[in-house]
């Protein structure tokens, strides 16, 4: 669909600009977060973010804020005054990302509960082809497969009944040199006729 196409050129543009400005590895968009279980989990691994520290002037500028947010009386303005300690804390941790986790990692675009969500050091599990074959096998093992298939329409009829049903049939058994033709008998079964 159109919207779906829009949305995912919405978070995949939106990854690539974080990937570049703040230098990861790569970068995707995705409808939904990445799970600690099921297929994400064989696939990534979600780093957990590091604590921010905080510079003088956030700390400051943080203690304002929150004595701020304590004063107010509106859930407009507690919201908004929210909305700015998220930025400073936001930064902050985005800093204590280094240089190789940067390297070796990547960043995901999606969308939490219909908002925008980035998350940030997400690793790609390499699987070497050992592990993918005992993926496998593991997987097939697991399951329980169940074999169907179509019987023979033959199989379990006599000789004499075939005779019976076909009664102008002649049956031999096929010697080498001879051929084989198709018929259909008077209640529709198929026969096979050889003639010498």
Known sequence: MLVDRLVMEKLETAALAIELNEDWSWSIGRENPLQNYGEDRENYLLLPVPEPQYTPDEQQRLDELYATQAATETYEDEAAIQVLIDEIESQAAHRQWTDEQ???????????????????????????????????????????????????????????????????????????GTTATESSGPDGLAAVLLRI
């Open 102 to 176: 940067k390297a070796s990692c990547g960043v995901v675009a999606c969308l939490h509960n219909g908002e925008l969500c980035i998350l940030r050091g997400i690793q790609k599990k390499v699987k070497t082809p050992g592990e993918a074959d005992a993926a496998t096998q593991a997987t097939s093992r697991d399951l329980h497969v169940i074999d169907r298939k179509e019987p023979d329409a033959a199989e379990g009829i006599s000789l004499p009944l075939l005779k019976k049903c076909l009664p102008n049939a002649h049956w031999l058994f096929r010697l080498p």
